[in-house]
């Protein structure tokens, strides 16, 4: 079956880094878009940042740009977002997702992840 799994969360001080993994398998992702989304504890869930499977940006949220960077390597079946100069208002659990639609939507894409938390201390 679909499967997406995300490593990579923890704790982290304020203005610190951290790399979350992505390992997409049970089916070809060709032409999907791959997003990361993120939800803290109240709130809605969050669109971060997506990408397209050969690896075109597609779109990123106001609150990230600038600081956080999404990747892709089609030959581990891995997207990666790399976060850096964190902030607490940045911690959620982060979703990897897959969907058809370069969309901020939550509900345009088709498979999701478990989740890892991310927990930046001020």
Same mark, same amino acid.
């Given at each position: ?5 995300? =490593? +990579? !969360? !923890?704790?982290?001080?304020? +203005?610190?880094? *951290?790399? *979350? $993994?992505?390992?997409? =398998?049970? #089916?070809?992702? /060709?032409?999907?878009?791959?997003? %990361?989304?993120?939800?803290?504890? +109240? ?6 940042? @997506?990408?397209? %499977? ?5 779109? /990123?949220?106001? =609150?990230?740009?600038? #600081? ?8 581990? /079946? ?6 850096? =100069? *964190? ?6 659990? &982060?979703?990897?997702? @897959?969907? #058809? *639609?370069? /969309?901020?939507?939550?509900?345009? &894409?088709?498979? %999701? ?8 201390? $001020?």
């Amino acid at each position: 079956q679909v499967q997406l799994v995300e =490593s +990579g !969360g !923890g704790l982290v001080q304020a +203005g610190g880094s *951290l790399r *979350l $993994s992505c390992v997409a =398998s049970g #089916r070809t992702f /060709s032409g999907f878009v791959m997003g %990361w989304f993120r939800q803290a504890p +109240g709130k809605e869930r969050e669109f971060v940042k @997506a990408i397209t %499977w050969n690896g075109g940006t597609t779109n /990123s949220a106001d =609150s990230v740009k600038g #600081r956080f960077t999404i990747s892709m390597d089609k030959a581990k /079946s891995t997207v990666y977002l790399e976060m850096n =100069s *964190l902030k607490s208002e940045d911690t959620a659990v &982060y979703y990897c997702a @897959a969907g #058809r *639609l370069a /969309s901020s939507r939550p509900d345009s &894409y088709d498979y %999701w992840g478990q989740g890892t938390q991310v927990t930046v201390s $001020s």
